[in-house]
């Protein structure tokens, strides 16, 4: 079974960077769409970004310009980098696998979610 975990999240100041990473055991990612989602207090878990096996990427028109989702396959991980982080941005994220990626958008598979890691930006 397939397993996901997230880390690199932290308290930052608007305008810094951080990058999370989600590593996967127990199988590998390579052939798989990923994508990372987050959820602030009170609001639905939201789209962030998504990657194809073939490192096609969308973005969530928030963080374009700003974000940036690449793997690497050899280490069977995704990472999500963010520059001039925003109040807006403070939330869990969380890292997708084997989701369907279409004309956009990447829909979720609910079998293989990571825990999720915080990340607050402090103003």
């Known amino acids: 079974q397939l397993r996901l975990v997230e880390s690199g999240g932290g308290l930052v100041q608007v305008g810094g960077s951080l990058r999370l990473s989600c590593a996967a055991s127990g199988g590998t990612i390579a052939s798989y769409a990923m994508g990372w989602f987050r959820q602030a207090p009170g609001k639905e878990r939201e789209f962030v970004a998504a990657i194809s096996w073939g490192e096609i990427t969308y973005y969530a028109d928030s963080v374009k310009g700003r974000f940036t989702i690449s793997r690497v396959n050899i280490k069977n991980t995704v990472y999500l980098q963010m520059n001039d982080l925003k109040p807006e941005d403070t939330a869990v994220y969380f890292c997708?696998?084997?989701?369907?990626?279409?004309?956009?958008?990447?829909?979720?598979?609910?079998?293989?979610w990571g825990q999720g890691t915080q990340v607050t930006v402090s103003s």
């Open positions: 997708n696998a084997d989701g369907l990626m279409q004309v956009g958008s990447y829909y979720p598979n609910s079998a293989y």
